[in-house]
């Protein structure tokens, strides 16, 4: 479905979903001739565990251009 309603070729679909695939963003399921990819069953909570240990790192003023980043030690429980 990518393929046809994006202007991504099939190749191109096929390595960024296998990527995809390795890294646990997504899962798929042989149904026939097709394969089906879904959101990987524990990426939701993987994807808020990032949030929330990023959260105050980055400061938006509201009304303004400007991004105050703070500097703090990286968690080493990040990618674990």
């Known amino acids: 479905d990518f393929?046809?309603?994006c202007t991504v070729s099939k190749p191109t679909?096929?390595?960024?979903?296998?990527?995809l695939r390795e890294a646990g963003v997504v899962a798929?399921?042989?149904?026939?001739?097709?394969?089906v990819y879904s959101l990987a069953?524990?990426?939701?909570?993987?994807?808020l565990s990032i949030g929330?240990?990023?959260?105050?790192?980055?400061?938006?003023?509201?009304?303004?251009?400007?991004?105050t980043v703070r500097q703090t030690p990286a968690p080493s429980t990040i990618g674990a």
């Open 3 to 5: 393929v046809e309603c």
């Open 13 to 19: 679909t096929s390595h960024h979903l296998k990527v």
């Open 28 to 35: 798929s399921e042989r149904q026939g001739t097709n394969i």
């Open 41 to 47: 069953p524990d990426f939701e909570a993987r994807w």
């Open 52 to 67: 929330a240990q990023l959260q105050g790192l980055v400061t938006l003023s509201a009304g303004s251009d400007s991004v």
